[in-house]
């Protein structure tokens, strides 16, 4: 099976602009959550989705959607980006359905720098 | 304080040392406990994940233990490899709203050297 997939791998904004990230769950995972990953703050959850609804969220401010299609793929989107929204963003997906046990597979990751 | 503290903060050893990474906890209600390897440039890898109930899981050269009662988890890498160079992080997974998510701690970077 193919990995989870994110695009771009490398994005460079400047402040004011908005971006959006997109994830390729691995192929029959229904949930897939978005991370935003910097050096000050380590991994910070953003939101989860599942079959095409929020199913959790971080506490992170409404700059930062995202949504779930149909296929399970996911994008995210943040507006009015800001210096701090420099970060590596990473998608990580599940089957959903197996409870908290899951194993969650990350992408890559998008790496955002805003200036 | 955060909630997941890792220690130490970075790890410096030789090629075929053992070395054990720290993890303390004080969140609550968790359901289970994880280890993710993540090599720079790369998304992170699960190692192991183990329930409240489970006190020590094991992949390969690793080996995760847990201690419940004092919230208190180690991961121990026996004959370390070069590539075993990368950021561990310990992660736990609370009940939040009736939904599982996921608090990181920082991680701890270690370098393993010829």
């Known amino acids: 099976k193919a990995g989870v997939t994110q695009t771009p791998r490398y994005l460079i904004k400047t402040r004011g602009q908005q971006v959006t990230l997109s994830c390729s769950p691995i192929s029959g995972h229904r949930s897939v959550s978005w991370y935003q990953q910097t050096p000050g703050q380590g991994l910070q959850f953003l939101f989860e989705?599942?079959?095409?609804?929020?199913?959790n969220k971080g506490n992170f401010p409404g700059r930062f959607s995202g949504r779930q299609f149909s296929n399970s793929r996911s994008e995210m989107n943040v507006s009015t980006l800001e210096l701090g929204d420099s970060a590596l963003y990473l998608c990580a997906s599940s089957s959903g359905v197996g409870g908290h046990q899951e194993t969650q597979y990350f992408g890559p990751g998008t790496r955002l720098l805003v200036l | 304080k955060n909630q997941v503290e890792q220690s130490p903060q970075s790890l410096i050893i030789l090629e075929g040392k053992n070395c054990t990474l720290q993890?303390?906890?004080?969140?609550?209600?968790?359901?289970?406990l994880r280890w993710y390897k993540q090599d720079t440039g790369r998304g992170p890898v699960s190692l192991t994940i183990m329930t409240f109930s489970e006190n020590t899981k094991s992949n390969g050269r690793y080996t995760a233990t847990l201690d419940a009662d004092t919230k208190q988890s180690s991961l121990h890498i026996t004959a370390s490899q070069l590539s075993d160079s990368a950021s561990y992080i310990c992660?736990?997974?609370?009940?939040?709203?009736?939904?599982?998510?996921?608090?990181f701690g920082a991680g701890t970077r270690l370098a393993v050297h010829p």
């Open positions: 989705y599942f079959s095409e609804t929020q199913r």
């Open positions: 993890c303390n906890y004080t969140v609550s209600p968790f359901s289970n």
């Open positions: 992660v736990v997974n609370v009940l939040s709203g009736g939904y599982n998510k996921l608090i």
